[in-house]
């Protein structure tokens, strides 16, 4: 069976700093990846996808950006955060391009400080 | 633009109560439309719909989609207290891709 894991589960960071969180899925190959992210008060916002090794496609510009080094790791990263980058961030996978379902990770709890 | 209505934002109902949470949608390029129950926690996915008119049942839920009229609904049979969560609707636009568009959801607080 399929497994997708999230690390860390929670985060402080201070504002400026930088970020790196690990997406890892387990039991499938070549998935669709996803990352998004879910503030305080506002709903689930698609912020990358992936199709494949090295394909990132942007959704919302901002100062975040994702690689995926390997077939079923994802990385969401940022060079300095902002307070407005807090949020709950939740990395997906798919499988296929017929069967649009979409499973959640456990999510990663960010707090910019 | 993509958007994704859900109503009401939030509902609360005792136990044994049955509910109706509705998902109205206008994107492009619509493939299907997933519900997810999410809570404290993330969301864990519920049903997939693709096709108009036909129900997909699980226990106690079940959903249904127009895509004429651009609505699903979920229904909560029988409520538990352990169904209080948010619920949340999400289409699938932009082709095989599989992005998702997600609404702002429904809180179901269920009271004993």
């Known amino acids: 069976s399929q497994t997708i894991h999230q690390w860390p589960a929670t985060l402080v960071q201070p504002v400026g700093s930088p970020l790196s969180l690990e997406c890892t899925v387990e039991?499938?190959?070549?998935?669709?990846l996803y990352w998004y992210r879910q503030a305080a008060g506002r709903g689930l916002q698609l912020l990358f996808y992936?199709?494949?090794?090295?394909?990132i496609s942007s959704e919302v510009p901002q100062n975040l950006s994702a690689s995926r080094p390997q077939d079923r790791q994802f990385i969401l990263s940022s060079k300095k955060l902002l307070l407005s980058d807090s949020g709950f961030y939740l990395c997906?996978?798919?499988?296929?391009?017929?069967?649009?379902?979409?499973?959640f990770g456990p999510g990663t709890r960010l707090t910019v400080t | 633009e993509d958007k994704v209505v859900q109503s009401p934002l939030s509902l609360v109902v005792h136990e044994g109560d049955t509910v109706t949470l509705n998902c109205s949608y206008e994107?492009?390029?619509?493939?299907?439309l997933l519900w997810y129950k999410q809570e404290k926690k993330a969301p864990t996915f519920l049903f997939m719909l693709?096709?108009?008119?036909i129900e997909k049942k699980s226990g106690r839920l079940s959903s249904i989609l127009d895509k004429k009229e651009l609505f699903s609904i979920l229904n909560i049979t029988a409520t538990q207290t352990g169904d209080s969560a948010v619920y949340l609707c999400?289409?699938?636009?932009?082709?095989?891709?599989?992005?998702?568009?997600f609404g702002k959801g429904t809180k179901l607080s269920v009271k004993p």
């Open positions: 997906a996978w798919m499988f296929g391009t017929t069967n649009y379902e979409q499973y």
């Open positions: 039991g499938t190959s070549n998935p669709n």
């Open positions: 992936s199709v494949g090794i090295g394909q």
């Open positions: 994107v492009t390029n619509f493939r299907s």
């Open positions: 693709t096709s108009s008119g």
């Open positions: 999400a289409p699938n636009y932009g082709g095989s891709q599989g992005n998702l568009i």
